[in-house]
């Protein structure tokens, strides 16, 4: 079993392309496999939130070989280095995309709409969160239900 990788300061990782995300890997311990960079293609790729098993499948049309359990691995290292974002959006699996594409949604318990919400909506609920409580708020990771204009 490999050892975690280790993750980087809050905030300090930055990158643009498959080529920087691999650097960062080595940078902080871990290997720059085949498998990894698949899956990094198949997520610069797609813009929409993707489930494991979505992933596993586009990772699997390229390189049929790789199991769930290493993009499920992959997942998580990419998760620790802050490359990777998951969400949970309503009672389905959670949903993987690359971290500087994360945003809040507001998901309709009538009908199931998904909306993106604008991060800066969360901005004063962050700031409260911070000053009165010492909590650092993470909009992205579930969405806020509630009912859509048509269902209301």
């Known amino acids: 079993m490999s050892k975690p990788l280790a993750a980087p300061d809050p905030g300090t990782v930055e990158f643009e392309t498959v080529d920087d995300v691999m650097a960062l890997v080595r940078a902080r311990g871990g290997r720059a496999t085949s498998s990894r960079r698949v899956l990094l293609d198949v997520l610069f790729e797609v813009e929409d939130h993707l489930t494991a098993e979505e992933l596993t499948e586009a990772v699997q049309a390229r390189a049929p070989d790789v199991h769930i359990s290493t993009v499920y691995?992959?997942?998580?290292?990419?998760?620790?280095l802050g490359v990777v974002a998951h969400s949970h959006l309503g009672h389905g699996p959670a949903t993987y995309q690359l971290a500087p594409l994360a945003h809040a949604h507001f998901i309709c318990s009538g009908c199931g709409t998904r909306v993106e919400a604008?991060?800066?909506?969360?901005?004063?609920?962050?700031?409260?969160?911070?000053?009165?409580?010492?909590?650092?708020?993470?909009?992205?990771?579930?969405?806020?239900?509630?009912?859509c204009a048509a269902c209301s």
Request: net charge positive; proline share 5%; no cysteine.
């Open 118 to 147: 604008p991060d800066e909506w969360f901005g004063s609920l962050a700031r409260n969160a911070k000053a009165k409580l010492g909590f650092t708020i993470d909009p992205h990771h579930f969405a806020i239900v509630g009912r």
């Open 73 to 80: 691995r992959n997942l998580e290292d990419l998760q620790r």
